[in-house]
C-alpha cells in the first residue's frame, strides 16, 4: 500500500533558527515527490517538486532533499521566520496513473 | 492570471441536507481535482476531472459526487450530510494529470 510518513507530528522553535522536517514514503514506482506549505485556513502552496533524479532543490530559504534509493525526503529551513509557521506537506506521486499519496504534515511554530 | 477560486469558502448545513461546491480553475487549467482535509485524516483525495471526464475517485462513499463543465469549472455535491463530513474541501487544478497542482483556499463546510 502507498504510504507516506512525516516526522515529527509537531515542531515549535525558535525565530532564526534552522529546522529539517523528515519525509519517507512506499510509493512506488516513484514519479516524483512535493513540498507543500499550508496556512492556517489556506490551501496548500507549492515549494518544492523533485523528479527521480534530483537531490537537491532550492526555494529561497527552503531547501529539499530526496534520497530514492532509502525512499526518503526532508526539508531543510534556513533562518526560521515567524511567517514560516504552517504545516509542511510531503506528497508523493506514482509513476503512471500519477496518483498522489499525501502525508498528514508537520505543524511548525515559529516563536519570537 | 487569477488563481483557482472557490466558493463558497465558508458554510454551515445540518445534517441529512446536501451541498454544492464550486470550484473555477485557473485558465487554460483542464484537470481538477478535489480534496477533503481534516485535523485527524489529513489531506485525502475525493476524484479528479479532466475535459469532462472523471480520470480517478478515491476512497468516498456515493454521497460525494462531482462533475466538470466544459469551461473546466467543476463542482462538488455531497448528500445527506453526515457530521463527519465537516471538513475543508479543496480543489486543486493543473493544466492536465499529473502536472503541478495549483490549490485554491477551500471550503470551510460545517455540519450540524
Known amino acids: 500500500k502507498n504510504q507516506v510518513e512525516q516526522s515529527p507530528q509537531s515542531l515549535i522553535i525558535l525565530e532564526g533558527k534552522n529546522c529539517t522536517l523528515q519525509c519517507n514514503y512506499t510509493v512506488s514506482p516513484f514519479s516524483n515527490l512535493r513540498w507543500y506549505k499550508q496556512d492556517t485556513g489556506r490551501g496548500p502552496v507549492s515549494l518544492t517538486i523533485?523528479?527521480?533524479?534530483?537531490n537537491t532543490k532550492s526555494n529561497g530559504r527552503y531547501t529539499a532533499t530526496l534520497d530514492a534509493d532509502t525512499k526518503q525526503s526532508s526539508l531543510h529551513i534556513t533562518a526560521s521566520q515567524l511567517s514560516d509557521s504552517a504545516s509542511y506537506i510531503c506528497v508523493v506521486s506514482a509513476f503512471g496513473n500519477e496518483k498522489l499519496t499525501f502525508g498528514t504534515g508537520t505543524r511548525l511554530t515559529i516563536i519570537p | 492570471k487569477a488563481g483557482v477560486t472557490q466558493t463558497p469558502r465558508y458554510l454551515i448545513k445540518t445534517r441529512g441536507q446536501q451541498v454544492t461546491l464550486s470550484c473555477s480553475p485557473i485558465?487554460?487549467?483542464?484537470?481538477v481535482s478535489w480534496y477533503q482535509q481534516t485535523p485527524g485524516q489529513g489531506l485525502q483525495f475525493l476524484f479528479e476531472y479532466f475535459s469532462e471526464t472523471q480520470r480517478n475517485k478515491g476512497n468516498f462513499p456515493g454521497r460525494f459526487s462531482g462533475r466538470q463543465f466544459s469551461n473546466s469549472r467543476s463542482e462538488m455535491n455531497v448528500s445527506t450530510l453526515e457530521l463527519g463530513d465537516s471538513a475543508l474541501y479543496l480543489c486543486?487544478?493543473?493544466?492536465?494529470?499529473?502536472?503541478?497542482?495549483?490549490f485554491g483556499p477551500g471550503t470551510r463546510l460545517t455540519v450540524t
Open positions: 486543486a487544478s493543473s493544466l492536465r494529470e499529473g502536472y503541478e497542482q495549483y
Open positions: 523533485m523528479t527521480f533524479s534530483e
Open positions: 485558465s487554460g487549467h483542464r484537470s
